[in-house]
């Protein structure tokens, strides 16, 4: 059974939704150990979030901790339109140099970036199939749609 960190943007209400769903799937997946999402840390709690240089810090560094920590990245790559979100391409970046394996989740039909989606270890269009993703086995499925 794997941990796993969940990067992705939850900044609109389509994203909280997007994330929330990805959320459960990994409740329901058997091969899932545990995962850690950020948009559930209590460091995103409107009471603990002023926005402070140490805020910041503190976040930065209890994020990049559970990303050491975990085995598997799950990255939610929409955002807007053919845009990554920053902080998750930091996230994905970061992963790949320390050879996490990256799962990639594109439910839009749009290109992606090279530099995402080459260090892309599995590709889904589907919230769907991380339900059953065997995270233990870590089948492949690179991108093969438009990149730019």
Do not use: C
């Amino acid at each position: 059974m794997k941990n796993i960190y969940l990067a992705g943007p939850f900044f609109s209400d389509e994203q909280i939704d997007r994330v929330s769903k990805v959320e459960s799937a990994l409740r329901e997946n058997p091969t899932v150990n545990q995962f850690f999402s950020p948009r559930l840390s209590d460091e995103n709690d409107d009471n603990i979030n002023d926005g402070s240089p140490q805020w910041a810090k503190g976040v930065f560094n209890h994020d990049v901790e559970e990303i050491d920590r975990a085995d598997v990245i799950v990255a939610v790559t929409d955002f807007i339109h053919e845009n990554v979100d920053s902080g998750t391409a930091f996230e994905i970046g970061y992963a790949y140099h320390a050879n996490k394996p990256l799962i990639l989740l594109q439910e839009l039909d749009e290109n992606l970036n090279l530099m995402v989606s080459q260090a892309g270890h599995y590709y889904t269009k589907s919230i769907e199939e991380l339900k059953t993703y065997n995270f233990d086995e870590l089948p492949a499925n690179k991108f093969t749609g438009k990149s730019f």
